[in-house]
């Protein structure tokens, strides 16, 4: 409403006139604002300028641009994968034929090359968005209305500019339960600013980054102990997968307490203690850090969406269509901030494919991502592929009559001079007597390299045919794949 | 007990990928009688016994050699010297070996394929002559015959040409040499000699050319060698081994070789011979049978492995078509759908096109289809599009030695058709598989693009080219 607007407006006032300035912008009007210099925004402000020429600007509110993804998401988590994955094969070399000096693990010579690889890469972002003339301005950013941002920042006046198209792409954050001494636990973010390795280990969250952060944890040697609300890990994946790993990660020493609720966290002198009830009793475990992995949420709560007209959800999450349309005209969103499928590549496609829509002409009036059959990759240990339904859900959309699959479990060869055992087990689904793959699911050593082919392959449509029809390549784990019975 | 005169529906000569494969699938799933000969005291060819399987235990190893290197930049401690234990590595690979020497002969004795063990050869079109033993033989009748003898390497014939070993004898080494000199830079002479290095051996490739994987894409041959000279081996290019020469009974050898037309001489512990391989044709007496060879010794075989007798087949490295494991398989089990599966079967075959293959290098390579080259022979320059990408995995940004990863795709015609995919780079080995099957689907450039990336892998790159 009017004095709806009015209020906000003698807010904004008031915040301009309590905070810095930022760095002026060259101009006032730009074809496109991007909020969020992260995966999306980046792909989409790079897009628009760099092939379809429009003019941009793209604001981002840290010192630093990448977003989750190269700062403190898949990059930095990929270079602690490795990491472990290398003292695997360390622990392995015996077996091999090889002598290994168990020296204790030097934390903070990978932290140090880590941060020093990210910093590099900030500076290719900045140099990318440069090179196609997207005006990259710092500062915090919100609507004054739909076609109007202002952006503050600490030691500047505030300015305010309009854009034709405003993308909003501003990310998700982790989620902090809210328990008594909850901010003596870490989120991921402080997952990767730990200075030294912490000897035990509590990880609170069994989706996919609580499970691959405690795998690093554990493949390093820390002492971990996984809280599960459930009986189970992953439990959105497929079952082949969960129980695979589950049994896996016991197996492999790292410590679970299912059915599980976190009250509190506690100083205590050797460390924090962790207050929980497990199946109706209570407990605690001492451990040197708490690890909260227990979801993101949508990062919406300062740009004063209302102001433009944008709907958000019940979890604050921004409200789009399959174009990445707001309920605001020329108001887009896309990436974590709208909470489906929360993946950079996803955030970068669908970052694109806006840019072609609104800026590349008439050729592209349809352009949008399809968020059906998205490949996705987990960094356990062993690593873990999925594409399309699980068998759960193939069953339920399509009758357990019309579903078959096809499984097969096997020692990789890899394995086979050592007494240490991996498992591998892949699961195909079909439908239809044509027998079209609807679900890939695959947990063993290389399956972060394989899924990608497979996923053109099922993208394309492919049947459990197609698959046999492809001549295997020997030996492989991923010959499994097309020669399933 | 055998009789001297059992009719058999299927006989098939060989007990490697291809025969096995055959056999199995007549009898286990077609119900067909079938006997196979393998002259061997162990089943599983090549691949199980000097193959790829041993081969890829070896790389294995190396891998890890690999990994206790890049440890201290990844803070664990300097790891080197690294020291492989050869020894204790020949013995768990010989075991494993033997285990699934065990599985097959227990996989045919499930699959009722009566196992013969001798030296075969014909007698007739329907009647082969098995040898088993120095003294001992019998006739063995059939309707259909398979041959599936495979292949051997080929040593040339120099002087003192015996104190090298071949890729068998690479697989009996009881003890890790300390300089080899691999003469061949086919697959398997670039994945021995990159096992050699990488283990610690001190390695010298001898190319008749300037080349390594002469028949691979440039983007896999070129930055391949440039890989192997950066991590030490040696090269020794437009070579010709003349003649090896040892003074002493396991004391080192000395290769009289030219290169450029120059003549010069090298040391080593071991020569291994790469320069090929050959068919096992010889001693079958074929022409008993009207099967013929063509003039590089291969036997002819058609589209559906028809030989020139009518009942006859073949397929497999003694073809010489496609020499892998998977292809042998496969061939061998359309054959026998085709042959005793059935009206639904009649036209059963194995496309040869599009058919996928890794290399064991350092880094691995893959490829499928045709190499740019070949590509724009056959569709025209003006229709060929290539997309190449070069980058570091990330793995190396801890490291200072940059591995290097190169993926080349060759489009044809207007609708950017994939013709070829070319990879090399860490990970190639599991990456090719899934994409080997969208191309045997006919996948085009925008089939890549659209699907989403996963991130981050190497994989990925394949799928965001511009």
């Given at each position: 409403?009017?004095?709806?607007n ?12 309590t ?52 700062n ?28 290994f ?12 090359k ?55 792409a ?8 809210q ?67 589950l ?18 966290l ?62 605001a005209?020329?108001?887009?969103s ?16 669908a ?10 002409g008439?050729?592209?009036a349809?352009?949008?991502l ?59 689904i ?6 079209k ?29 197609d ?19 | 007990?055998?009789s ?23 009898s ?18 090549t ?8 081969k ?23 790891q ?11 013995e ?8 699934l ?10 699959d ?5 063990q ?137 290769i ?13 512990d ?33 589209a ?76 025209g ?17 801890m ?63 394949l799928v965001?080219?511009?």
């Amino acid at each position: 409403s009017s004095q709806q607007n009015t209020i906000h407006r003698i807010q904004h006032i008031q915040t301009c006139l309590t905070m810095a300035p930022v760095s002026k912008a060259s101009k006032k009007l730009f074809d496109y604002i991007v909020i969020g210099g992260g995966s999306g925004g980046m792909a989409s402000a790079r897009r628009a300028a760099g092939i379809h020429g429009a003019s941009v600007a793209l604001i981002e509110a840290h010192s630093v641009l990448g977003g989750t993804c190269v700062n403190v998401g898949c990059v930095p988590k990929k270079v602690m994968w490795n990491t472990a994955s290398i003292y695997e094969t360390l622990r392995q070399a015996k077996g091999y034929g090889y002598e290994f000096s168990d020296v204790k693990f030097n934390w903070a010579v990978i932290k140090a090359k880590r941060d020093a690889y990210i910093k590099r890469l900030n500076g290719i972002y900045d140099n990318n968005l440069a090179k196609e003339k997207v005006e990259h301005l710092h500062g915090h950013a919100s609507f004054v209305n739909a076609s109007t941002i202002s952006i503050t920042r600490e030691g500047a006046d505030a300015i305010e500019i309009e854009g034709k198209h405003i993308l909003i792409a501003t990310g998700g954050h982790a989620i902090i339960p809210q328990v008594p001494g909850r901010d003596l636990g870490i989120s991921s973010d402080g997952f990767f600013e730990l200075e030294e390795q912490p000897k035990r280990v509590a990880v609170v969250g069994t989706g996919y980054i609580g499970v691959e952060l405690a795998g690093i944890f554990h493949a390093l040697g820390s002492d971990v102990t996984i809280f599960s609300r459930t009986k189970q890990i992953l439990r959105k994946f497929d079952p082949i997968i969960k129980d695979t790993l589950l049994d896996h990660m016991k197996k492999q020493g790292v410590h679970f307490t299912f059915d599980s609720k976190v009250t509190a966290l506690r100083k205590s002198g050797n460390g924090i203690i962790v207050d929980f009830e497990s199946d109706g009793q209570k407990g605690e475990l001492e451990v040197d850090c708490v690890l909260w992995a227990v979801g993101r949420a949508a990062n919406t709560k300062e740009l004063n969406v209302e102001a433009a007209g944008v709907k958000v959800d019940d979890k604050q999450q921004i409200v789009t269509d399959e174009y990445q349309n707001t309920s605001a005209k020329n108001v887009y969103s896309l990436g974590d901030v709208i909470g489906k499928a929360e993946l950079t590549p996803v955030a970068i496609a669908a970052g694109r494919k806006l840019s072609d829509r609104l800026f590349g002409g008439p050729q592209f009036a349809h352009s949008k991502l399809d968020y059906i059959n998205i490949p996705t990759v987990v960094f356990s240990h062993p690593t873990i592929g999925t594409i399309g339904y699980t068998e759960p859900e193939a069953r339920e959309k399509f009758g357990d009559e019309n579903i078959k699959t096809y499984v097969t479990r096997f020692g990789n060869m890899y394995f086979s001079v050592l007494d240490e055992k991996e498992p591998t087990a892949y699961k195909l689904i079909v439908t239809g007597k044509e027998e079209k793959v609807v679900g890939l699911h695959i947990i063993g050593k290389d399956s972060d390299e394989m899924l990608q082919g497979f996923g053109v392959a099922i993208r394309m449509g492919a049947t459990k045919a197609d698959f046999d029809s492809c001549v295997a390549i020997h030996p492989t784990s991923s010959e499994e794949l097309v020669t399933l019975r | 007990m055998l009789s001297s005169k059992p009719i058999y529906d299927y006989l098939v000569i060989g007990g490697g990928s291809g025969g096995l494969a055959s056999a199995r699938r007549a009898s286990g799933i077609h119900g067909a009688k079938v006997a196979l000969i393998e002259a061997q005291h162990r089943l599983g060819g090549t691949c199980v016994n000097v193959g790829c399987v041993p081969k890829k235990v070896m790389w294995n190893a190396a891998s890890v050699a690999e990994a206790l290197r890049d440890a201290k930049h990844y803070g664990f401690g300097d790891q080197e010297p690294v020291k492989f234990n050869w020894e204790l590595m020949k013995e768990k690979r010989d075991a494993y070996v033997k285990r699934l020497n065990g599985i097959y002969e227990r996989n045919l004795g499930n699959d009722k394929v009566e196992h013969i063990q001798g030296f075969a050869s014909f007698v007739n079109e329907n009647t082969v002559r098995v040898q088993t033993s120095e003294s001992e033989s019998i006739e063995v009748h059939a309707n259909k015959i398979l041959i599936a003898t495979g292949g051997h390497p080929l040593i040339p014939d120099i002087p003192g040409s015996n104190y090298g070993i071949d890729s068998d004898g690479f697989f009996d080494l009881e003890h890790q040499p300390k300089r080899v000199a691999v003469v061949g830079t086919g697959y398997i002479g670039v994945e021995l000699a990159g096992i050699f290095n990488t283990l610690g051996t001190q390695t010298t490739i001898f190319s008749r050319t300037k080349q390594i994987l002469r028949s691979f894409d440039n983007i896999i041959k070129d930055n391949l060698l440039k890989e192997m000279q950066s991590v030490g081996v040696n090269f020794a290019f437009d070579s010709k081994v003349n003649a090896l020469v040892r003074e002493s009974e396991n004391g080192p050898i000395t290769i009289q070789y030219e290169s450029d037309g120059k003549p010069e001489t090298l040391e080593v512990d071991c020569v291994v011979w790469a320069v090929g391989r050959l068919p096992n044709i010889k001693k079958l007496n074929l022409e008993a049978a009207n099967v013929k060879i063509n003039e590089k010794g291969y036997i002819i075989a058609d589209a559906y492995q028809q030989t020139t007798q009518e009942n006859v087949l073949a397929l497999g490295d003694a073809c010489g078509v496609a020499e892998l494991t998977p292809v042998a398989i496969a061939a061998g089990r359309k054959l026998s759908d085709r042959l005793f599966g059935g009206e639904q079967f009649k036209d059963s075959k194995l496309d040869y096109e599009n058919i996928p293959t890794v290399v064991f290098s350092h880094p691995t390579a893959g490829t499928i289809g045709y190499t740019e080259d070949q590509a724009r022979e056959k569709f025209g320059t003006e229709n060929v599009k290539t997309y190449t990408s070069k980058f570091t995995n990330m793995y190396f940004s801890m490291l200072e030695h940059k591995e290097p990863t190169a993926y080349k795709l060759v489009c044809a015609g207007d609708d950017e058709k994939v013709v070829g995919v070319h990879i090399l780079g860490r990970g190639s080995d599991e990456i090719l598989q899934g994409f080997g099957v969208a191309v045997r689907m006919g996948a085009t450039k925008a089939n890549f693009d659209s699907c989403v990336a996963i991130h981050p892998t190497a994989a990925e790159e394949l799928v965001t080219m511009r």
